[in-house]
């Protein structure tokens, strides 16, 4: 069965500096691997993902995640942290062969200082 | 296009009262999800379609629940007898693809469900 760890509840940056975001996924197959945002009272927003290829992938709003087989590892950066980005971030993976089910983390809430 | 839209976006009732979610997904695609969000339990994913027909509910509690999509652009999520245990938010999403399909599901609003 697939599964992905958030391992920070909170991650706290101040406006402008880098902002990580961590995830580590176990699959079986090759995993196909999506971040999603939330919004206070919304649903989830598509940010990006990786099926195959390059393993930097670029997305929405500036975020980029990086894949990495061996530490299987997808973690999402940005440059630069706006104060809009404050909010609730979900990694998730499904394997390539299977169901259609995704496997979602449990979510890092993510506080942009001004 | 308008995106998931579910209704009502709140709704609160009493204990052993009947609840019932409403879905439209997306036009033009074939796969369907319902999810509940809780703070203890994060997303959970409860069931989902393709084409219509129940694929996996290994999610869904237990037989209070119900779930149905009878056409493409309609579904709902039955809860009878509601308990408080059920409150949480509950989305539905939806995407395109085949039985291998890696396409991103869009999510709708959510349903605020709090049962006192």
């Known amino acids: 069965a697939q599964s992905v760890a958030q391992p920070e509840d909170q991650v706290n940056v101040a406006e402008g500096n880098p902002l990580t975001v961590k995830c580590t996924y176990s699959?079986?197959?090759?995993?196909?691997l999506f971040w999603y945002v939330q919004y206070p009272n919304r649903g989830l927003q598509f940010l990006l993902k990786?099926?195959?290829?390059?393993?930097l992938v670029k997305g929405s709003y500036g975020f980029e995640a990086e894949f990495n087989k061996s530490q299987t590892s997808f973690h999402l950066k940005k440059p630069s942290a706006l104060v809009s980005d404050s909010a609730l971030y979900f990694c998730?993976?499904?394997?390539?062969?299977?169901?259609?089910?995704?496997?979602f983390g449990k979510g890092n809430q993510v506080v942009v200082i001004p | 296009d308008a995106g998931v839209i579910q209704s009502p976006r709140h709704e609160v009732t009493e204990m052993g009262q009947e609840v019932t979610l409403r879905c439209k997904p997306i036009s033009g695609h074939d796969y369907l999800f319902w999810y509940r969000q809780t703070m203890m339990r994060g997303l959970e994913l409860l069931i989902y379609f393709n084409n219509n027909v129940p694929i996996d509910d290994s999610g869904m509690p237990e037989d209070r629940f119900s779930a149905k999509m009878p056409n493409a652009s309609f579904s709902t999520l039955k809860i009878q007898p509601s308990e408080p245990r059920d409150s949480a938010v509950y989305f539905c999403a939806s995407s395109l693809g085949g039985g291998y399909s890696y396409n991103e599901q869009f999510f709708g609003p959510g349903t605020r469900l709090t049962v006192l």
């Open positions: 998730a993976v499904r394997g390539n062969y299977g169901n259609n089910r995704l496997a």
């Open positions: 699959v079986s197959g090759n995993p196909y």
């Open positions: 990786y099926i195959t290829g390059d393993n």
